[in-house]
């Protein structure tokens, strides 16, 4: 049976540094949902178009090219908001659905995160995580990030996204960010990412062992 790890989570809290590294440890693809998100709020801002417009997001959801994954504007604070916004539209989550599910199908198994991947995009995983820490810490977190990017932000800035984007896609409509019933919590605010990354070994080869 194909080993599929989905692991979900908020902002900066942890889940794509596990969840790369957990695929590298097992010799598994990974996908960072959150990426496909960012690439097509990138892609309507491009375009001068409106993040709040469904259908003109959705229309750059259907022609998005993978390699625009590779785009390292993705990380910026502009991508984390566009994304924040297009997630919101239903057509949008639809014309990215079988992408994700099809990355998840693989015959070797796969590592996927994001925010509804234990409970859309993969509900049958046999390994699911759910990663989160306190606000504060992941704004700091999310801050030294951009800081060390260059980009001009203050911390406060920062954590007012977070929570800005927290209640977004909490309360979201389409696939709101929740944890699955089945999934295990692991909390990273005392956490570095070699601590964090060790308890999620030990979740997975718990999960496997079962």
Do not use: C, N
């Not at 509804?116 to 995983?125: E, L």
């Not at 709101?176 to 997975?204: G, H, K, N, Q, Y």
């Amino acid at each position: 049976m194909p080993l599929v790890i989905a692991v979900d989570g908020p902002a900066a809290s942890g889940k794509g540094s596990i969840a790369s590294r957990l695929a590298a440890w097992l010799d598994l693809p990974h996908l960072d949902t959150g990426l496909l998100y960012r690439a097509v709020g990138m892609a309507v801002l491009r375009a001068g178009g409106d993040l709040d417009d469904p259908e003109f997001a959705a229309s750059k959801a259907r022609t998005l090219d993978l390699a625009a994954l590779d785009d390292p504007d993705l990380i910026g604070r502009a991508a984390g908001e566009a994304a924040s916004r297009v997630a919101l539209h239903p057509p949008v989550r639809a014309a990215l659905l079988q992408l994700q599910k099809d990355f998840a199908a693989q015959p070797s198994g796969a590592v996927l995160d994001g925010r509804d991947i234990g409970t859309v995009i993969a509900p049958d995983a046999p390994v699911k995580l759910y990663v989160t820490a306190a606000p504060e810490v992941r704004a700091r977190r999310r801050w030294l990030q951009l800081t060390g990017r260059g980009e001009d932000v203050t911390f406060e800035a920062v954590l007012e996204d977070i929570r800005i984007r927290d209640a977004r896609d909490a309360d979201r409509d389409a696939a709101p960010m929740t944890a699955a019933s089945d999934a295990v919590l692991l909390d990273t605010t005392e956490m570095d990412i070699e601590a964090a990354f060790d308890a999620a070994r030990r979740i997975v080869e718990a999960a496997r062992g079962t």
